[in-house]
């Protein structure tokens, strides 16, 4: 496995601090306003976001969220064909640059939210005040009419696939479909698909290919209610583990918090040796963490302390099991 945080495309303390606690590699999203530079199907930007981490001894082993505005591709709205060039464009940039990896996900933006990903509430206290997101559909206004169909998205769905994925498989990109967060089947008025694990396993049938597989964002999977080890297992068995993040949640899709990687129900040693045991060996990164004291809460679960700690037990976890990680 490949010990690997999410960090920004523009060097900070951040990077420091990674190398600092011995992360060896390193996933970005390598979008316009997080880089300072070009939206990644330009080369050159792409190669620059590249080299700043060569240069600094922490290897991009991917890319992760999206790299431009999806709405039109995900919408299918007019002007998809345009963004899906620029989709195969980032992707032949990928395979020329050797980067290996595109974590992405198929959440259609409801018009209000800010993020792909959704929460209710992102200063939630936990352990000594620190602070974790949580997500409780109850507090959202009635569910509003769906500005089109579950089914209109699997459409949308199918069409950027065929569209992107063999250009993937031709230069050797690797694709892993990240669930919905929260694994819901509509949220803000847009209907959301991937909330199970066999409609992830749908996916990946849509167009058979050894360039599309999983990022198995193990919070997501057990607040779908999933067998978690029985879709490891699985995935695994079929070649589709590509990328895992490994954090917990209590709850379920509908209400939920997130916690320290210590202190939730999952046993986190046992999925690291899980992992292990189904010969997993691509990047793992811990995901989100609560905001700890003195940091900026405007970045939820991405404030780096609780990265220091998140990392530190993982690799804990791994070393007394003898898991090796580079
Ligand atoms: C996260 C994503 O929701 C999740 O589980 O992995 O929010 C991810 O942080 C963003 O999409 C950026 O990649
Ligand atoms: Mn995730």
């Known amino acids: ?59 991009l082993a991917g890319l992760e969220g999206d790299p431009f505005d999806m709405s039109r591709i995900k919408r299918g709205e007019p002007g998809r064909d345009e963004d899906l060039e620029r989709y195969r464009r980032m992707l032949r940039n990928m395979g020329e640059l050797g ?11 409801a018009r209000a939210a800010q993020h792909d990903w ?116 699985r995935f695994a068995s079929l070649g589709k583990l590509f990328f895992v993040h490994v954090r917990d949640v209590v709850g379920d899709a509908r209400h939920f918090t997130e916690v320290w990687h210590d202190e939730g129900p999952t046993d986190m040693a046992a999925m690291l040796k899980l992992y292990h045991e189904v010969g997993f060996a691509g990047p793992i990164r811990d995901d989100h963490v609560p905001t700890m004291h003195g940091e900026r809460p405007d970045i939820p679960g991405y404030a780096m302390l609780g990265h220091l700690f998140a990392v530190g037990y993982l690799k804990g976890l791994l070393d007394a099991q003898h898991i090796p990680y580079q």
């Open 1 to 59: 496995m490949q010990l690997t945080l999410l960090l920004p495309a523009k060097p900070d303390e951040r990077w420091t601090l990674a190398r600092q606690i011995g992360v060896t590699h390193a996933v970005t999203k390598a979008a316009p306003d997080l880089s300072g530079l070009p939206a990644p199907d330009n080369l050159d930007a792409l190669r620059a976001v590249r080299d700043r981490f060569a240069e600094v001894g922490i290897p």
């Open 118 to 233: 959704h929460r209710t509430d992102c200063a939630v206290p936990l352990r000594g005040g620190s602070l974790t997101t949580a997500f409780d559909l109850d507090k959202l206004p009635a569910a509003p009419e769906l500005e089109f169909s579950a089914e209109q998205l699997w459409d949308n769905y199918t069409y950027f696939l065929k569209a992107i994925l063999p250009e993937a498989e031709r230069v050797g990109v690797r694709m892993g479909l990240h669930p919905d967060d929260p694994p819901l089947p509509a949220l803000g008025g847009v209907p959301r698909i991937f909330h199970s694990p066999e409609a992830v396993e749908r996916a990946l049938n849509l167009l058979p290919s050894p360039s599309h597989g999983v990022t198995f964002c193990q919070a997501n999977y057990r607040l779908m209610g999933a067998d978690v080890e029985h879709w490891v297992r």
């Open 99 to 109: 980067i290996p990896l595109l974590c992405y996900n198929f959440m259609p933006r």
